[in-house]
């Protein structure tokens, strides 16, 4: 069996390369099919492998809550134009809500930042020690508020990687004084590097100030303890509906709302609106590699048009293997071979195409990509389930051929 096998591998090998401009046409469906199959994978898993860094990076089992619209002098205005927030809120939140680990107040503002002849437009986030847990944030350098420091109002500040970097280049930070609103801060920490936000804003672009000098020293105040929104850790990923239940439920009482009426604040899940993202991404993948499957198929249909021409073209030769001995299932295997062969290379080519793409679409479009070993195999095994599956049908006409009709045709 296996020199009958080695010898009809060897045949359909040299009918292959009598016809070399066809074979590699015939394979063209296949090479694009599975290139486009890697190609896709490769982006799609990149970009879930990204929205999971930003999940990360943002802060897991997140919640953040936003003044609600307001209406003034008859004028509905938009959502968070009114500080109807306040720190008590925040304390409130944490020390009486089971399923909050722990929360930040936020008071935030543009602000230009100057040290000695360098200066930078960044954000300045007011807040209190507990923002570092909050965001899951860790400091490269330094230390992090004091509950002293809160209390008293003192004008000290936590910078992130490109403001530090923008000011200081490769000096340390520590224990300099910057200007924030021509107000002298010191700097006692250096956060790590957070990158970039879903939306592509720069995490790093932030200084941290304690929230009590943002309202006295850099923003003002509307009234005692006000502040923009409040950042909320659940205790876990489970707890963060029954986290945003007890949230509403006490920030309604707390703002004395009666019932039925509307909310004056907003809470959101980030975490869950950036899984939302992430569940989109896949089935964006999922999709691209369904219309490169159809590649596949339509690579597929030209396999078999073109072994029932090869069929027809060798009516003569199948004629006189089959008067020399050769079985039906030798006319029928040699075909199929030859089809699964052309499935393969094509295969074989259309992944190195495929990563071949995926790397330039990385390099020259900036784009995340990651490849699977078991994507890359599954693409491959699927090639030649295509040439068997469209190479069978051309094989088994040519093993019903009857051999002196084949002899016979012209």
Known sequence: MKI?????????????????????????GIIIGVAAVITMLAVGKGARTKIAEQISAVGSNLIIVLPGS???????????????LTRADADAIRNECSAVQTTAPVLNGGVQVVYGNQNWATTVYGTDENMLEVRDWTLAAGRNFYEQEIRSAAKVCILGQTVAESLFGNDDPLDKAIRIKKVAFTVIGVLNTKGQSMIG??????????VTSA????????????????MVKAVNTQALERAEDQIRELL??????????????????LT???????QASKVMALLLAAVAGVSLLVGGIGIMNIMLVSVTERTREIGIRMAVGAKTWDIRTQFIIEALILSLIGGLIGVLLGIAAARMLSFFAEWTVSFSLVSILISF??????GIFFGFYPAYKASLMNPIDALRHE
């Open 4 to 28: 009958n096998l080695a010898s009809t591998i060897k045949i359909s090998l040299r009918a292959l390369r009598v016809n070399k401009m066809r074979s590699a046409l015939t394979m063209l």
């Open 70 to 84: 307001t209406t003034a002098g008859g004028i509905r205005l938009a959502s968070g134009s009114f500080q109807n």
């Open 201 to 210: 804003m720069d995490q790093d672009d932030i200084i941290y100030v304690p």
């Open 215 to 230: 309202q006295r020293n850099l923003f003002g105040r509307w009234f005692a303890g006000s502040i923009r929104t409040i």
């Open 252 to 269: 309604r009482q707390r703002h004395r709302l009666a019932p039925g009426q509307e909310d004056d604040f907003t809470v959101r899940n």
């Open 272 to 278: 869950q609106m950036m899984q939302m993202a992430e």
């Open 381 to 386: 095994g699927f090639s030649g389930i295509v």
